[in-house]
């Protein structure tokens, strides 16, 4: 019999409330670093945030996917594989085709229009935008036209890793009883070769592309993060030796960040390129990202699991913190791109200090997120198009009232 928690892990839900906290000051930061294409940029950019931002660029999407395969896995406990597979089609898949529609929308538009390839008018590009068979912008296309889900990738590729997940769970669940006896250093270092291996015959053949159909580097890397996290979540023992281990984990992965910011800015330069290219060059640097990428998932998971799994902490001293993040996060990921650039395009036209900008953006696009949620939550349909739950309204005939209480 798998070992397992069977209390509610209230370190997940605070891991995945400051991940896409996390993920929100990201794609702002993404508006101004120097060299990384976005949809706008500012006329200001910065070389250094880029290095605060490689710190968790390369692992900051792998723990999300981490963390929703452990909900995965200590759900399907308890509820039946078709009912989670038919809850999540229906929280994630109606989101994305809700986004797509709708929600990215503004994305595409001012990045065409800061690029002078269309003419003002939002209502009209819009109807070119959803029309599949538009001759708007024909070198963005794709199979259905302009329609892209953009920053909501994720979404989709949750969706597909959760239903195959969910469909050979009897198999993963059985490798998880076998697992009982095997070290967590073994299972660690099995994660980090599949991770190298990925980097080593993907990453240059595949690059990142987000599209799901020939994304194969990613899917490589973030499938087996989110089958490692399935068989994590089962394995008590090895959750409480990540909790033990943290502080080793973290100072690992200082380490190899201090590394990939001392390669990024030149220091190894005196290096041969030779050396680079060749298989052992190629290998040191797959264990650096290998032990940087997991160093930093599991520092994280470890110190969650020491100081943030109870409802109530010196930060969120009634859980009503924690409580509306759980409710609020989809809408507030759905939401957040889309007011970032709405908000910067404003925000550039006013010339202010970079640093008085900066700070406004972060606010109105929190603020922005709060009112949009304040007002999905209110409507049945809007509740259904971001992902929450939905009471269906009740539908009454004046001769014969339905009960209050009826479902």
């Not at 007011?339 to 606010?363: H, N, Q, R, S």
Request: charged share 10%; aromatic share 14%.
């Amino acid at each position: 019999m798998t070992t397992t928690i069977d209390t509610r892990r209230y370190d997940l839900d605070w891991l995945r409330t400051l991940a896409f906290g996390l993920l929100i000051l990201y794609h702002i930061g993404m508006y101004y670093v120097a060299d990384w294409g976005w949809h706008i940029k500012s006329d200001v950019t910065s070389t250094a945030l880029q290095d605060l931002m490689i710190l968790t660029n390369p692992w900051r999407m792998s723990l999300i996917f981490f963390i929703s395969a452990m909900a995965l896995a200590l759900a399907q406990q308890h509820s039946a594989k078709f009912t989670l597979l038919g809850l999540r089609t229906n929280r994630l898949l109606v989101p994305l085709l809700c986004g797509m529609f709708i929600v990215v929308v503004p994305q595409v538009y001012f990045e065409a229009l800061s690029q002078q390839l269309i003419e003002p008018g939002y209502l009209s590009f819009w109807w070119q935008y959803i029309n599949p068979n538009t001759a708007l912008l024909p070198e963005h296309h794709s199979p259905i036209g302009l329609l892209t889900w953009n920053h909501l990738w994720f979404i989709p590729y949750l969706w597909c890793y959760s239903a195959i997940v969910l469909l050979v769970a009897p198999l993963l669940n059985t490798l998880a009883n076998r697992l009982q006896r095997v070290p967590g250093s073994i299972a660690l270092l099995a994660a980090m070769v599949t991770l190298i291996g990925a980097w080593y015959f993907l990453r240059q053949a595949y690059p990142s592309s987000h599209a799901l159909l020939d994304d194969w580097y990613n899917h490589a890397k973030y499938f087996s993060v989110f089958i490692a996290g399935y068989l994590f979540a089962l394995q008590a023992n090895w959750w409480q030796n990540v909790i033990s281990a943290r502080r080793w984990f973290l100072t690992a992965a200082v380490i190899c960040y201090s590394l990939i910011i001392a390669d990024s800015n030149g220091w190894f330069d005196s290096i041969p390129a030779s050396f680079g290219e060749s298989v052992s060059g190629r290998l040191i640097v797959g264990v650096v990202l290998a032990l940087n990428h997991w160093g930093w998932i599991l520092a994280l998971i470890g110190y969650a699991g020491r100081y943030l799994n109870r409802r109530t902490n010196i930060i969120d001293k009634d859980g009503k913190l924690l409580h509306y993040s759980n409710t609020a996060i989809l809408p507030w990921y759905m939401l957040h791109q889309s007011l970032i650039i709405v908000f910067a395009v404003w925000l550039k036209a006013l010339a202010l200090p970079v640093g008085i900008e900066a700070v406004l953006l972060i606010v109105l696009t929190c603020a922005g997120c709060w009112a949009g949620y304040e007002l999905v939550k209110r409507f049945w349909l809007s509740r259904w198009l971001f992902g929450l739950k939905v009471k269906l309204p009740i539908l009454t005939t004046a001769t014969q009232p339905l009960p209050d209480n009826t479902p």
